[in-house]
C-alpha cells in the first residue's frame, strides 16, 4: 500500500513536499519509484523517478531543475520536493513503485497511493 501527503494549496512561486509512505513491502529499496500527475481533463503523466537498481534519479522536463525526488532516511519513505510552482503545476499526484527498474509510463507501475491534490494560484 502507498499513501500520499502534503498537497494543498500554495501560491504560484511557492513550495510543497508530497511525502509516500508504503507498507507491505519487502526491500523497499529495491522498488523503483515513480510520481505521476494528473490534471483535470488530461492523462497521467509521469514528472519524476527513481531508479530501485541504482537510484539514480530522472525528471521529464516539465518540472527539471523545480522538483526533487528522494527516497525517505525513514524506512519505506519517499518525498517529491516541489519549488519554484507554477499553475500549471495543479493536479493530483500519485506515487507509484515497481520492481528495480524505473519505467516512466503509468502502465508500467504495479502500486499506486490514492493521490494528493496540488492547486498552485497564480
Known amino acids: 500500500q502507498l499513501v500520499e501527503s502534503g498537497g494543498g494549496q500554495v501560491q504560484s512561486g511557492g513550495s510543497l513536499r508530497l511525502s509516500c509512505v508504503a507498507s507491505?513491502?519487502?526491500?523497499?529499496?529495491?522498488?523503483?519509484i515513480g510520481w505521476f500527475r494528473q490534471a483535470p481533463g488530461k492523462e497521467r503523466e509521469g514528472i519524476s523517478w527513481?531508479?530501485?537498481?541504482?537510484?539514480?534519479?530522472h525528471y521529464a522536463d516539465s518540472v527539471k531543475g523545480r522538483f526533487t525526488i528522494r527516497r525517505g532516511a525513514a524506512k519505506n519513505t519517499a518525498y517529491l520536493l516541489m519549488n519554484s510552482l507554477k499553475p500549471e503545476d495543479t493536479a493530483v499526484y500519485f506515487c507509484?513503485?515497481?520492481?528495480?527498474?524505473?519505467?516512466?509510463?503509468?502502465?508500467?507501475?504495479?502500486?499506486w497511493g490514492q493521490g494528493t491534490q496540488v492547486t498552485v494560484s497564480s
Open positions: 507509484a513503485a515497481r520492481r528495480v527498474i524505473f519505467k516512466t509510463t503509468p502502465d508500467e507501475y504495479d502500486y
Open positions: 507491505g513491502f519487502s526491500s523497499w529499496d529495491y522498488y523503483a
Open positions: 527513481v531508479s530501485g537498481s541504482d537510484d539514480s534519479t
